[in-house]
């Protein structure tokens, strides 16, 4: 098979990944691929096309994430902040983890600043971060 196609097969591979992940990454390194493809093309060494391939990722690699460097300000908030959930116990009062109910299940929470609560008071989901929410006492605004 020749080179240019495995190029291009990986890179169409790649794409469609992206498709099911939607992080911008892989469709760079998809592109670097074609780029490495276009290199096979036209009959350059393997050397050159994996250098072609490496650059094109680099640069592209460096732009997405300039692009959502800078546009983190104007991301959607997180759908489950502002949200009311109960606390439960307190898991390490001093680190702030707390055991908290919220959409009827028991979540491991970060509590942001130090209070004394009681089992059933309310707390705000400020973000959640993995299976971990991070929430306050006063409600955000």
Known sequence: MEHYLVWLLIGMTLVIVEL???????LVLGIACFGGSASAFFGHTFGTQAIVAG?????GVVLVHAYRARN????????????PANFESWIDKSAGLARVRYRGAAWDARIEES????????????????NTLKVTVKRPA
């Open 20 to 26: 099911l992940t939607g992080t911008f990454y892989l």
């Open 55 to 59: 650059c094109v990722a680099a640069l």
């Open 72 to 83: 983190a300000a104007r991301q959607m908030a997180p759908i489950d902040a502002g949200m």
């Open 115 to 130: 209070a004394s609560l009681e089992p059933g008071s309310l707390v705000y989901v400020v973000a959640a971060n993995g």
